[in-house]
């Protein structure tokens, strides 16, 4: 870029200095561009201007002047006025260069590359312009490269961020299988214990139904037998009836005999 910059400057000294005495304004402004008073040669080039608002050199120097004071876009436009207005290939070209130097500063190589194509066909021969075209062709090589890099990596992160999303899809899905699994066991455990339970229930029912029917049974006796509650009932009735019978049997043999009223001696 240092060359870039000495390319402008060595133009802006050397085109037209030689008829700069024909125009007194000129003349004076390019003077203060030597000690880089570039406000007072811009005033002195808008001088001479008025006087001719066509006048090559002076929009060619007016140009310089305002790249040197770093307004890039009225320079571009006083460039593109002095390559409008001349017929001269070498004032052509210098235009076409010089614009070329501004996009390079405004790093909008593809522009500073037309530029100094434009100022190639006017002057296939001059080796600045020839370097300052490379120059720009290889920053824009450099810039798509970058711009691939870039691509590929935003790509890569990209990738990434979808894997990882994938990877923690697959992560959630597996642990909600395991959950799932774990409350299939858990359910079919529990079923298992249920129906052991049951049968554990049925089975003591079971026994307790067939214990109540053999007590049925024993409690149950025959017809026309008696229990033996009822037959020890019977005898103690017997015996006492036996016993009533007696009792009157010894009160007549009682009845029959007198009572001694005192002792025989």
């Not at 050199?57 to 593109?80: C, K, V």
């Not at 070209?93 to 100022?119: I, R, T």
């Not at 961020?161 to 959630?172: A, F, L, P, R």
């Amino acid at each position: 870029m240092n060359k870039v910059t000495y390319i402008l400057i060595f133009f802006s000294l050397i085109i037209y200095s030689q008829d700069a005495k024909n125009d007194n304004h000129i003349f004076e402004g390019n003077k203060k561009i030597e000690i880089n008073d570039f406000t007072g040669a811009e005033i002195d080039y808008r001088n001479s201007l008025s006087k001719d608002p066509n006048s090559t050199r002076a929009l060619y120097n007016l140009g310089n002047s305002q790249y040197n004071s770093l307004a890039y876009d009225e320079a571009i436009q006083q460039f593109f006025r002095t390559q409008k207005f001349s017929k001269d290939k070498s004032e052509k070209h210098s235009a076409f260069h010089n614009m070329g130097n501004v996009y390079m500063k405004k790093k909008q190589y593809d522009k500073a590359l037309e530029s100094y194509k434009s100022a190639l066909r006017n002057n296939p021969s001059d080796d600045q312009t020839r370097y300052n075209y490379a120059l720009a062709k290889s920053l824009i090589e450099k810039e798509k490269n970058n711009d691939n890099n870039d691509g590929d990596k935003k790509n890569d992160q990209t990738k990434d961020k979808n894997e990882k999303k994938s990877s923690d899809n697959n992560d959630e899905k597996n642990e909600n299988g395991d959950k799932e699994k774990d409350q299939g066991n858990d359910d079919q455990k529990k079923n298992k214990n249920e129906n052991g339970n049951n049968k554990e229930d049925k089975e003591p029912k079971s026994k307790k139904n067939e214990d109540s029917d053999n007590k049925q049974k024993q409690n149950k006796r025959p017809e026309g037998r008696l229990s033996p509650d009822q037959v020890k009932s019977l005898l103690e009735a017997m015996s006492n009836q036996e016993k009533k019978v007696q009792d009157k049997i010894n009160a007549k043999k009682v009845k029959g005999t007198p009572v001694k009223s005192k002792k025989d001696w």
